[in-house]
C-alpha cells in the first residue's frame, strides 16, 4: 500500500486509476476487432493476435522509415493497420472462405495453423530481436496531475479508445451496411433470407476487424514495442475481454476491458502476486453469474455448429473389428520392430491418445468443446507426483489415487461448466483450467512451482521401456475401450440425446445438466488416469503440462483425427505426436507444420479417420 | 370417467403481452380435445405451461389429480404425460429405433447405465411401438434424413414410449398430406381408445378438428371464447366471427 | 460442385508432396555421412522462443565448433551438434534427449535456456546416466539443492551474479528498497538471494514493496505506480526482454528513476540493452557482458572471428555458447574418450582458459568458476553501454564447501 503523504494520496488514486484505464483502452482496440468477427463470422479467430504482432511490426519499420513528425507516425500507424486489414482479406478470401461450413471448430485449427506460420514468418522479415517502439512526436512526455505524473501517451490511448466504440457505434447503427452486419450477428438466417450479399459482408467484417487488431498492435508502439512472444501473449487477453463483455457486443468489450484494466491497475496494489490469475478469476465469476457475459446476448450459434453430427453411431462391423485386432497384435509387436525411441513415442502416443478419448467423449456424443482440457491431464500427473513426492506411494497406487482426484476436480469444475453452452462453456473450461494452473505455478510451496516436482519414475519391475510400453499399452486400450463401450452403453446415447435436443430429452424425463456433469466428470477422471501415467513415463512433472498450448493440443488432436468417428482421437494423436517430432527438427518447423495443418483442414475436412471412413468404409461393411 | 387434466384460471403474460388469459378446462380419459384458435391465439403457450417449459403467472394445473405448477418438463413427464412439438424435435443422430429406446431408457431409468450396450435394450418394446404408429420399415434409418410427416410418427412412439395418460400433441399433422393425416388421426384415436388416455392437440386443419376432436376449446387472443362438443363449438357466432368468419366468407 | 472440388484437392495433394519431398531432402541433407567419424552432442535449446538469446547463443557454439573442427576436431574425430528445439517446454525437452540418446546416439547432452527445461534434463541426466551441460540456466537449484553427479553448469547461477550485484550495492546509501521481477521461479529466486544477500551486508535496510508482473505480460504503468507509491530509495529488478524495456521506458516517463539507485540483474547484457537504443538507463548497477571494451587479446580474437563470420556482434548468449563448446571440447580432450564415466571424471576439477579467463568445474558442485561482468550503464552515442565495469570471477561468489554439502545431495 502506498506511503505517500496525504496530499498526493488522491493523486495516486486518481492516475493510478487513469492507468488502469490506458490499459484497458489498448485491450480494447484488440478485442472489438475479435468481438467483431466472432459476432458476425462466429469463428474463434486464433490468428488475431497475429495480426496485432504484424501490426506492431509493420507500424514499427514504417514509421523507422518514414521523415519524422507527428503526421508521419500517425500515417504509419493507420497504414499499417490498413496493411493488416489487407493481410486479413486475402486468408478470408483464399482460406477461411472455404471453411465455413466445415464441422464445428474446425476454423480454430486453420486460424491456429495461420499463427504457426505467423510466427516464422515475422521471424524470417523482422528478425529474432526485440524491438521497442518509437515514441508518439509531441507526446513522448509526461502531464502532471495532483503531483503524480502520468505519461502524455496514456491520455491519448484514453481517448482513443471511446472515440474508436463511438466510431463503430456509429458504423454499426447509422450505416447502411453497418445494419446489414447487426441483422447478421442477430440472425444470420434472416439476413440470408433478405438476400444480403453474405461472403462480401464476411470479407468487410474480417477486413476491418483485421484492421482493429493491427491498429491495436501499432497503437500500442510507444507503450512497448514488437516481439515474437506478443501474438500469444494478447489473445489470451483478448478473449477474455470478448467472452467477459458479451460476444459480439463491442460496448461490452469496453466495459470488460476497463473492468479488467482497473482490477489489474488496484489489484497490483495489494496482491502483487495476482497478476497470473486475476483476469480468468474474473472471467469464471462473470460467467457463473452470467452466462453470456455482461452486455451478451443469448448465444449466437458458433459457424457450422447446426450443422454437426447426424451422422448415426454404428458399432464395429466384423471386418473393422478384425483390423482392430490386427492393429493390436501390431501395437504388441511393436518393441520388435522400432528402437527404444521408437517405444517413447509409442506410449507418448498412447497416452494422448486416452487423453483426447476423454476429450472427444464430451466433445462428439456430449456436444461440450473444452479449451481446459490439459487441466485434467496435468491434474492427473499432477496428482500422481504429489502423492508420489509427499507420501511416497507406489506407483501403482499412484496411478490409481491420481484419477479418482482429478474426479473431483471435474465434479467441481463440471458443475459450473454444465449450465453453459458452446463457446462460453469452451470459455469456462479455459478459465478454469487457468485457475488450476496459476494455483499450481503460483502454490511453489507445494508443487514446486515451475521448477516442477522431479524424480517419479515407475516402480522397479516397470522402469524398462518396453516393459512400461506394455503397461501403458494396456491401460490406455483398456481405458479407451470403456469410454468407447460408454458410448455405446445407455448413458453414451443419453449424452447425444442431450447434445441433439434439449428439448426432447427435456420432455422425456431426462435431466441434461445431471448426465452432462456427470460426462464431464467421467472424462476428467480418465484424462487424470492418462495424465498419471504420464508422470512415470517422463519422470517429472511441470506447469505446462496444464496450460492452454496443451489443451489446445488435444482438441487439434481430436480435429485431426476426425470429429465424426470413434477412432478419430486414436488417429489424430498418432499423427499429430509423429508430425511434431518429424518436423521439430528443421529450422522453420513451425511454418511447416501450420502449412501443413491448413492443408490437412482443406483436404481433408472430415479429419484423418473421417477421410478413411468416407473412402473406404464401404468396404469394411458386414 | 377419470379427469386426467384439470386446467384452472391459467395467466400468463410476456412482459406487457397477455398470452393466455384466464384458461380452464378439464380433459377426461379416452377423450381427444382439440385447441384451436388463430396465430398467436395462446395455444403453444397453454401447452408450454401443462407440459411445464414455462411457469404460469397465476392458476393452476392438475394432471391426474396432482398439481404441477412450476414443476420440470421432466418431472410432469414423469406423471405419465407425452408431448410432440409443433417442429419436430427428435435426435437427428440416431436411428427411429433409437430414438424410442431412448424415451424407453429414461421410462425405465437406465439413462445413467454404463456397462449395457443399448443395442440389445427395449428393442423388442421400442419395435412395437414403431410399428403400432406404421413405420417399421424405417426403423432403421437415421432421423436426420427422415420426411416430416415420418418424424411426427417418431415423435408419437416417443411419446408413448411412456405409456402416459395424457398427450400433448402440437400440430401433430403439419406438414402431411391429406391422406397422411386422416391415417395419423385415425391412429392417434384408435390408441386413445385401447390405452385409455386423454389427448390434448392443436391443429389449423378444420377438418382433421371436426371428424376426430370430442371437444374442442377455442383460444383467441389468449381468452378462451369457446368450449364444447365440435358441433356446438362450430354454431358458436363469435367462433365464427373471429375465427370461421374469415373463413366461411 | 464436383470439379469445384477435385481442383483444389488436385493442388493441394501436389503441395503436400512436394513439402513431404522437402523434407525428406532435409533430412537427409543433415544426416551424416561418416558417421563412424565423428562425435555427436545433442544440443537442446528454446530456438523458436525467446530468439533474441538464443539465436546468438547458437553463433557462439557454431563458431566455436568450426574452430575447433578446422583444427582437426578432438580424439581425432570430428565434433558433430545435433541441435533441436524444445520449445520452452519441459516435456517436449525430455522427449527429445531421449531420441538424441536413443536414436541419435549422441555422447552428451547440453544447452537449455529455462530453468525449468534445465531441471527436467538434469533429471533425465541422471535416471539414464548420461551427461548434461546446462549452459545457459541460472536456477540455483539446478547444482546444489537438486544437483547431481551427470549435470554440469557454465553460467554463474542466479545467486552468484545476485552476489555479485550485493556486493556493490551494499555500498550504496539507499535504506528503502522495492523489487520487481517476473512471476516465475527465476524472478522469485532472484528477489529471494538478493535480499537475504543485502541484508546479511546490510541490516539496516528494509524491503518495502514488490511487484511480481506474469512474464511478458508486464503491466508496466500501473505496476511503477505501484512501486513509486511506496516510495523507495532503490529498486531491485530482475526483468528482462520486452518487460524491462517496457519498464524502463514506462519508469522514465513516470519519473520513476530520479534519485532512486537501480540494480538490475541482466540489464548490461547486449541483447536486452541494446533494444532500448537512446532510452538505454544510465547508472544502474547490472550485470552483462560489455563486450566492445574488453581489451584481452583473446577475447579480441573472438570478437574479430564472430564479427567476420555472421557480420553482428556478439550477445551474451554468444559468449555462454562459445564457452560451452570449448568446455565440451576440452573435456573430452582430458577424458581421452566418449564414456560418460570418464567424462565425468574429466569434467570434475577441469581448468580451461576462456576468452574471459580461467574457467574450472568444480569437483564438489559441478558449478564452473565462470564469472560475469558487472558495472554500470551509461550512453554512449545513443546506445546504452556499461562504464565502470570488472570482471567478477566466479569463484569468488561460490558458496564454499560446507554450505555445498548442506544444499546438495550426496
Known amino acids: 500500500m502506498p506511503k505517500l503523504e496525504k496530499g498526493i494520496l488522491l493523486g495516486f488514486y486518481f492516475v493510478q486509476f487513469l492507468t488502469g484505464l490506458s490499459d484497458a483502452s489498448a485491450l480494447f482496440l484488440v478485442a472489438c476487432g475479435l468481438s467483431l468477427i466472432f459476432g458476425v463470422l462466429r469463428i474463434v479467430n486464433l490468428a488475431h493476435g497475429s495480426f496485432y504482432m504484424v501490426g506492431a511490426y509493420l507500424a514499427y519499420y514504417l514509421i523507422a522509415n518514414f521523415p519524422q513528425g507527428a503526421f508521419f507516425f500517425w500515417a504509419g500507424i493507420l497504414l499499417a493497420a490498413l496493411t493488416v486489414g489487407t493481410i486479413g482479406i486475402v486468408i478470408e478470401t483464399l482460406l477461411l472462405r472455404r471453411l465455413y461450413y466445415a464441422p464445428e471448430l474446425f476454423i480454430l485449427f486453420a486460424t491456429f495453423g495461420i499463427v504457426l506460420i505467423f510466427q516464422d514468418l515475422s521471424r524470417w522479415f523482422f528478425g529474432a530481436e526485440d524491438i521497442l517502439g518509437q515514441q508518439a512526436p509531441g507526446l513522448a512526455g509526461s502531464i502532471d496531475i495532483m503531483g503524480v505524473l502520468l505519461p502524455q501517451y496514456d491520455v491519448v490511448l484514453i481517448v482513443i479508445a471511446p472515440l474508436i466504440l463511438v466510431g463503430l457505434w456509429f458504423f454499426l447503427y447509422r450505416t447502411r451496411w453497418g445494419i446489414l452486419v447487426r441483422a447478421a450477428t442477430e440472425d444470420r438466417e434472416m439476413s440470408d433470407a433478405l438476400g444480403v450479399n453474405q461472403s462480401r459482408l464476411f470479407t468487410g467484417v474480417f477486413f476491418l476487424g483485421s484492421c482493429l487488431a493491427g491498429l491495436g498492435g501499432a497503437i500500442q508502439l510507444p507503450k512497448g514495442g514488437a516481439n515474437l512472444l506478443m501474438d500469444l501473449n494478447i489473445i489470451a487477453a483478448a478473449f477474455v475481454v470478448v467472452v467477459v463483455g458479451g460476444m459480439g457486443s463491442i460496448p461490452g468489450a469496453y466495459l470488460a476491458a476497463v473492468i479488467i484494466g482497473e482490477l489489474s491497475a488496484f489489484g497490483v496494489l495489494i496482491f502483487p502476486q495476482s497478476t497470473l490469475v486475476l483476469m480468468f478469476l474474473l472471467m469464471a465469476v462473470v460467467l457463473v453469474m452470467r452466462p453470456h457475459g455482461l452486455l451478451g446476448n443469448a448465444e449466437p450459434e458458433v459457424q457450422g455448429a447446426a450443422k454437426m453430427s447426424t451422422a448415426t453411431l454404428k458399432p464395429a462391423s466384423k471386418k473393422l473389428k478384425l483390423l482392430g485386432l490386427a492393429l493390436l497384435i501390431l501395437l504388441f509387436m511393436m518393441p520388435v520392430f522400432v528402437g527404444s525411441f521408437g517405444l517413447v513415442l509409442m506410449t507418448e502416443i498412447a497416452l494422448f491418445a486416452l487423453a483426447s478419448m476423454s476429450l472427444y467423449f464430451i466433445m462428439g456424443p456430449g456436444g461440450m468443446v473444452s479449451f481446459g482440457h490439459a487441466a485434467f491431464f496435468g491434474g492427473g500427473a499432477y496428482a500422481a507426483a504429489l502423492t508420489v513426492h509427499y507420501m511416497q506411494t507406489p506407483m501403482e497406487l499412484a496411478i490409481l489415487l491420481a484419477p479418482l482426484l482429478v474426479g473431483l476436480v471435474a465434479l467441481i469444475i463440471g458443475w459450473f461448466c454444465v449450465r453453459l453452452s458452446g463457446v462460453y462453456l469452451a470459455m469456462l473450461t479455459l478459465a478454469c483450467a487457468q485457475i488450476c494452473w496459476s494455483i499450481v505455478f503460483q502454490w511453489g510451496k507445494f508443487t514446486g512451482g515451475d521448477d516442477g516436482i522431479l524424480g517419479i519414475w515407475p516402480s522397479a519391475w516397470a522402469s524398462d521401456k518396453t516393459v512400461f510400453y506394455y503397461l501403458t499399452l494396456i491401460l490406455c486400450i483398456g481405458g479407451i475401450m470403456a469410454l468407447r463401450h460408454f458410448i455405446f452403453a445407455p448413458f453414451g446415447y443419453t449424452l447425444r440425446a442431450c447434445r441433439d435436443s434439449s428439448l426432447r430429452v427435456d420432455s422425456i424425463g431426462i435431466n441434461r445438466h445431471r448426465h452432462q456433469w456427470f460426462a464431464f466428470t467421467l472424462a476428467g477422471t480418465f484424462a487424470g488416469f492418462a495424465g498419471g501415467i504420464y508422470v512415470f513415463s517422463k519422470g517429472n512433472v511441470f506447469p505446462d503440462v496444464m496450460a492452454i498450448p496443451r489443451s489446445f493440443d488435444f482438441l487439434f488432436m481430436i480435429l485431426l483425427g476426425g470429429i465424426e468417428t470413434l477412432f478419430g482421437p486414436i488417429a489424430g494423436s498418432a499423427a499429430f505426436t509423429w508430425l511434431h517430432d518429424q518436423i521439430a527438427r528443421i529450422d522453420y518447423w513451425q511454418l511447416i507444420l501450420g502449412c501443413i495443418f491448413i492443408l490437412l483442414v482443406i483436404a481433408f475436412p472430415d479429419g484423418i479417420a473421417g477421410s478413411i471412413h468416407t473412402r473406404l468404409g464401404r468396404y469394411f461393411e458386414d | ?249 | 460442385m464436383k470439379n469445384a472440388k477435385i481442383f483444389p484437392s488436385a493442388i493441394l495433394v501436389i503441395l503436400l508432396l512436394l513439402i513431404l519431398g522437402a523434407l525428406i531432402f532435409w533430412i537427409s541433407a543433415k544426416s551424416d555421412v561418416f558417421p563412424g567419424n565423428t562425435i555427436k552432442i545433442g544440443e537442446i535449446q528454446t530456438y523458436s522462443k525467446l530468439t533474441s538469446f538464443t539465436f546468438p547463443y547458437r553463433n557462439g557454439w557454431q563458431l566455436a565448433l568450426e574452430e575447433i573442427n578446422s583444427a582437426g576436431g578432438v580424439l581425432g574425430k570430428k565434433l558433430k551438434v545435433i541441435s533441436r528445439d524444445d520449445a520452452g517446454e519441459p516435456g517436449t525437452a525430455v522427449t527429445i534427449a531421449e531420441e538424441l540418446i536413443l536414436k541419435d546416439k549422441v555422447v552428451l547432452l547440453m544447452g537449455s535456456f529455462l530453468s525449468n527445461v534445465g531441471l527436467a534434463l538434469s533429471d533425465f541426466a541422471k535416471r539414464n546416466k548420461v551427461l548434461y551441460f546446462a549452459t545457459e540456466p541460472l536456477s540455483d537449484a539446478l547444482v546444489w539443492r537438486k544437483g547431481n553427479r551427470y549435470t554440469f553448469r557454465l553460467r554463474p547461477s542466479n545467486s552468484m551474479q545476485n552476489a555479485m550485484l550485493a556486493e556493490e550495492a551494499a555500498k550504496n546509501e539507499a535504506k528503502r528498497w522495492a523489487t520487481i521481477a517476473p512471476n516465475y521461479a527465476y524472478g522469485k529466486d532472484a528477489v529471494a538471494s538478493f535480499k537475504k544477500l543485502l541484508k546479511a551486508k546490510r541490516p539496516d535496510i528494509e524491503f518495502v514493496a514488490e511487484q511480481w508482473p506474469a512474464l511478458f505480460n508486464i503491466n508496466a504503468g500501473a505496476e511503477i505506480q505501484a512501486l513509486t507509491g511506496a516510495n523507495p530509495e532503490a529498486i531491485y529488478n530482475a526483468l528482462f526482454a520486452s518487460d524491462l524495456a517496457k519498464f524502463v521506458r514506462e519508469g522514465k516517463l513516470r519519473n520513476a528513476f530520479k534519485n532512486v539507485f537501480v540494480v538490475s540483474l541482466l540489464t548490461g547484457e547486449p541483447e536486452y540493452l541494446d533494444p532500448l537504443r537512446e532510452e538505454a538507463p544510465q547508472g544502474w548497477l547490472v550485470t552483462g557482458y560489455p563486450w566492445y571494451d574488453i581489451s584481452s587479446p583473446q577475447h579480441k580474437k573472438f570478437l574479430q572471428a564472430y564479427q567476420k563470420r555472421f557480420n553482428d556482434y556478439p550477445r551474451n548468449g554468444s559468449l555462454v555458447g562459445y564457452n560451452a563448446m570449448y568446455a565440451v571440447y576440452h573435456m573430452l580432450k582430458k577424458a581421452g574418450s566418449a564414456d560418460t564415466e570418464k567424462m565425468i571424471q574429466a569434467m570434475e576439477g577441469l581448468t580451461f582458459d576462456s576468452i574471459v579467463g580461467p574457467i574450472t568445474f568444480r569437483k564438489i558442485d559441478h558449478q564452473s568458476s565462470m564469472g560475469a561482468f558487472v558495472g554500470y550503464t551509461a550512453l554512449k552515442e545513443g546506445k546504452g553501454i556499461m562504464v565502470r565495469w570488472n570482471y567478477a570471477d566466479g569463484k569468488d561468489y561460490l558458496p564454499d564447501d560446507a554450505q555445498v554439502m548442506k544444499l546438495r545431495p550426496q
Open chain 2, 1 to 249: 370417467m377419470a379427469i386426467i387434466l384439470k386446467v384452472q384460471n391459467l395467466h400468463k403474460a410476456f412482459g406487457g403481452l397477455r398470452a393466455v388469459v384466464d384458461v380452464s378446462f378439464q380433459l377426461e380419459a379416452g377423450q381427444l380435445m382439440a385447441m384451436i384458435g388463430p396465430n398467436g391465439a395462446g395455444k403453444s403457450t397453454c401447452f408450454n405451461l401443462i407440459n411445464g417449459q414455462l411457469n404460469p403467472d397465476q392458476g393452476s394445473i392438475f394432471i391426474m389429480g396432482q398439481k404441477v405448477n412450476g414443476e420440470k418438463p421432466r418431472d410432469v413427464w414423469k406423471l405419465g404425460v407425452g408431448r410432440t412439438f409443433q417442429i419436430t424435435s427428435t435426435f437427428p443422430s440416431m436411428t427411429v429405433l433409437e430414438n424410442v429406446q431412448m424415451s424407453l431408457l429414461s421410462h425405465n431409468r437406465r439413462t445413467k447405465s454404463l456397462l449395457t450396450n443399448v443395442s440389445r435394450l427395449y428393442v423388442a418394446e421400442a419395435m412395437a411401438l414403431i410399428d403400432l404408429v406404421g413405420i417399421a420399415d424405417q426403423a432403421h434409418r437415421s432421423c436426420g434424413v427422415l420426411a416430416y410427416g415420418d418424424l411426427k410418427r417418431v415423435e408419437l412412439a416417443v411419446a408413448l414410449a411412456n405409456q402416459p395418460k395424457l398427450l400433448l400433441m402440437d400440430e401433430p399433422t403439419a406438414g402431411m398430406g391429406p391422406a397422411e393425416r386422416q391415417g395419423l388421426m385415425k391412429l392417434t384415436e384408435s390408441i386413445v381408445h385401447t390405452r385409455e388416455m386423454g389427448v390434448l392437440f392443436t391443429e389449423h386443419d378444420m377438418k382433421v378438428v371436426f371428424d376426430y376432436a370430442n371437444r374442442v376449446i377455442v383460444l383467441n387472443r389468449g381468452k378462451m371464447i369457446a368450449a364444447g362438443p365440435p358441433d356446438e363449438v362450430q354454431k358458436n357466432n363469435e367462433v365464427k366471427k373471429i375465427y370461421l368468419g374469415t373463413a366461411s366468407s
